[in-house]
Nanobody, 123 residues
């Protein structure tokens, strides 16, 4: 199983990025998919999670209304649109998969597969 993120980079405050996570070897349609991030010296933070069919989405409080998660089950991919970026959004962004939804999704626990991460720097 592989999860490969892309789309990170350096952006000015107020700018936008679109992150992609393409999976292989994963029963993609059976997994919840999430984006999490970790900044230096901070704990990993779940920022968005989407259900298997894409109809249920939950965001963390720090990004709601600025970020949008989506998925394309035909392409085995999940996306994160980041708008109105702030320097506080600077972090390594990871996609991860899990079999079910529970409150631990924001903590980084309960995931079965992770990508290697893509760096987002807002400056």
């Amino acid at each position: 199983v592989q999860l490969v993120e892309s789309g990170g980079g350096l952006v000015h405050p107020g700018g936008s990025l679109r992150l992609s996570c393409v999976t292989s070897g994963l029963d993609f349609g059976s997994h919840f998919m999430a984006w999490l991030r970790q900044a230096p010296g901070k704990e990993r933070e779940g920022i968005a999670i989407i259900s298997t069919n894409g109809r249920a989405i939950t965001y963390g409080p720090s990004v709601e209304r600025r970020f949008t998660i989506s998925r394309d089950n035909a392409k085995n991919a999940v996306y994160l649109q980041l708008n109105n970026l702030d320097p506080e959004d600077t972090a390594m962004y990871y996609c991860a998969s899990r079999m079910s939804f529970d409150v631990s999704w924001r903590t980084g626990r309960g995931y079965n597969y992770w990508g290697q991460g893509t760096q987002v720097t807002v400056s």
